[in-house]
């Protein structure tokens, strides 16, 4: 009996490691060139690869999804990610922010390491083959530069990602075929994000400061508080703390039409702080000048205050003091989900059992971001892809062994 994996990111790989090294044999099918594409792009700038958090803080990231990726967490989690690149001969290390990385820093030593085991353990890569759907039979149709080609398995993993990223693979194109199956399917939406300010920023920020970064700030979104840096683009704002508020900012957005956050410039400074600092007699000097020299208060957040308050509230110490510590922002409009680090949306997990098999569907499972789960960067994304890849692999093991026996 064969299994089919259908998609060669971390997903796919870790469900066709997984069944592969049980002695299984592995088909991987993947439209694009090559293995991993949106992992080494995801790597370049340095590869994170989990948290080391502990295990409960871990999990709480995965907001109303989390109860299901737990337990996949459980199996395979953060220590247990770690001593996986051991195995590949990549050691890791964890950062000031607790991230863990490579001591190499990048993706491509790890996907070649990983890629030489699974071929050594029997993996069969077939590059440029696009998933199409299923024929009336029950094959796997799949598109190739020399035309459509049918493949049979007994066992069949998707790993088709989401839909961010498209040029890297990831573009939703199997919604539809999974829909036709029965299979119910949460609309595909951008997550860890950026979003569009209401009216754009005006001509002087958006020249100015688009993509200069606001360092050591907080972000307040209702319940969610947290301290960190983003960066402002021409049409709004992205980086790390804006995705790890995107969920709460762009789910406003669709119920109520925008959504508000509050930037505290000076986390480390009490209100009252600040207040005593901007009453403080200035003499001749400008707004510009006082507020560097007594609160060190300059370049893009200065130029903030200046593009949201209006010009008296810069003049009244008391609003101007509030301003500091909670500069109102509305955003509008998430970025276009192809521009998005992830998606949500996906899979719907009541869709899938305990292997995460398809109930409509039996023999066919699904792991990775094509599910409906979603989570924050910072090695939470990549650690619960790789999870629940190994979920499905030993899930599709199960299928086929089971398979096996009756057919004794």
């Given at each position: 009996?064969?299994?089919?994996?259908?998609?060669?990111?971390?997903?796919?790989?870790?469900?066709?490691?997984?069944?592969?090294?049980?002695?299984?044999?592995?088909?991987?099918?993947?439209?694009?060139?090559?293995?991993?594409?949106?992992?080494?792009?995801?790597?370049?700038?340095?590869?994170?690869?989990?948290?080391s958090e502990d295990f409960d803080s871990f999990v709480s990231r995965y907001g109303a999804s989390r109860g299901s990726v737990a337990r996949w967490l459980e199996a395979f989690g953060p220590?247990?990610?770690?001593?996986?690149?051991?195995?590949?001969?990549?050691?890791t290390f964890v950062g000031t922010s607790g991230r863990v990385f490579p001591r190499q820093m990048k993706a491509a030593p790890l996907l070649r390491a990983w890629l030489h085991r699974l071929r050594g353990q029997g993996v069969r890569f077939h590059m440029r083959h696009r998933f199409a759907g299923w024929t009336e039979e029950g094959g796997l149709r799949l598109r190739t530069p020399a035309g459509e080609q049918v493949a049979s398995a007994e066992a069949v993993v998707l790993a088709l990602g989401g839909a961010s990223w498209s040029r890297l693979g990831s573009d939703g194109a199997w919604v539809p075929l999974l829909a036709q199956r029965g299979v119910a399917v949460a609309q595909l939406l951008p997550a860890n994000c950026g979003f569009d300010v209401r009216g754009g920023w005006s001509a002087y920020f958006s020249s100015r400061f688009a993509g200069q970064p606001f360092?050591?700030?907080?972000?307040?979104?209702?319940?969610?508080?947290?301290?960190?840096?983003?960066?402002?683009?021409?049409?709004?704002v992205e980086g790390s703390l804006v995705y790890a508020a995107s969920a709460i900012l762009r789910d406003e957005i669709r119920l109520r039409g925008s959504a508000r956050f509050e930037i505290d410039l000076l986390p480390g400074r009490s209100r009252e702080h600040v207040l005593r600092e901007v009453a403080h007699p200035r003499g001749s000097r400008s707004l510009a000048s006082h507020l560097k020299s007594r609160l060190g208060l300059e370049g893009i957040k200065l130029a903030l205050l200046h593009e949201v308050l209006p010009r008296d509230a810069l003049h009244d110490p008391d609003r101007l003091a509030s301003a500091i510590k909670a500069v109102p922002l509305?955003?509008?409009?998430?970025?276009?989900?192809?521009?998005?680090?992830?998606?949500?949306?996906?899979?719907?997990?009541?869709?899938?059992?305990?292997?995460?098999?398809?109930?409509?569907?039996?023999?066919?499972?699904?792991?990775?971001?094509?599910?409906?789960?979603?989570?924050?960067?910072?090695?939470?994304?990549?650690?619960?892809?790789?999870?629940?890849?190994?979920?499905?692999g030993l899930g599709a093991l199960e299928f086929l062994r089971s398979r096996q026996n009756l057919a004794r």
């Open positions: 009996m064969t299994a089919a994996i259908i998609g060669a990111g971390p997903a796919g790989l870790m469900a066709a490691e997984v069944m592969s090294a049980a002695g299984q044999t592995v088909h991987v099918y993947d439209g694009m060139p090559s293995a991993g594409r949106k992992f080494l792009l995801a790597g370049r700038g340095g590869l994170n690869l989990t948290h220590q247990a990610v770690r001593e996986w690149a051991q195995g590949l001969g990549i050691a360092k050591s700030v907080a972000i307040t979104a209702g319940e969610f508080h947290r301290l960190g840096e983003f960066v402002a683009t021409a049409t709004g509305v955003v509008t409009a998430a970025r276009p989900v192809d521009e998005a680090i992830s998606t949500a949306g996906g899979v719907r997990l009541e869709s899938l059992d305990e292997r995460l098999m398809l109930r409509a569907l039996p023999g066919v499972f699904c792991a990775g971001e094509m599910v409906d789960w979603e989570a924050p960067t910072g090695g939470y994304l990549l650690t619960a892809c790789l999870a629940s890849g190994r979920v499905a």
